[in-house]
């Protein structure tokens, strides 16, 4: 599951993870910086999953004369959402990837379900 091109107004998205539907929400506009963002998980009967293990992998692909940057943030139960904070580096185009284990699994495990942000693009600086 992917998304287009991420510009004004924040980053607002649900799609379909397994059996589960996923909202995402990072508030404001991409930026350079930590970026806060909150998932929430439902089941298919739209029952907050509140037992999982969340994790967001992220990165920027490889560019002439630079590697590419991947990094994980764990995500932290708060208030019925998932909450973790992007540290994104450099303007440019990031993916990101939610994974989402079953309670008690570890997101780290193979056994997840995934929801896929095709890119975040950062246009500029901001502070």
């Excluded at 999982?52 to 940057?69: E, L, N, T």
């Excluded at 708060?78 to 699994?105: E, F, N, R």
Aim: hydrophobic fraction near 40%; proline fraction near 4%.
């Amino acid at each position: 599951m992917t998304t287009g091109w991420v510009y004004a107004k924040g980053l607002e998205i649900t799609k379909k993870a397994g059996d589960y539907t996923v909202a995402i929400n990072m508030g404001k506009t991409p930026f350079v910086g930590n970026n806060n963002l909150e998932v929430a998980v439902k089941d298919a009967k739209g029952n907050a999953v509140t037992n999982a293990a969340v994790a967001i992998d992220y990165g920027m692909p490889a560019m002439p004369g630079m590697p590419a940057m991947n990094y994980t943030a764990k995500a932290t139960a708060a208030d019925g959402k998932y909450k973790a904070v992007l540290d994104l580096s450099m303007s440019g185009p990031w993916t990101a990837t939610v994974k989402i284990a079953k309670g008690g699994q570890d997101a780290d495990d193979q056994d997840y379900d995934r929801c896929e942000i095709e890119k975040i693009e950062i246009e500029r600086l901001r502070s």
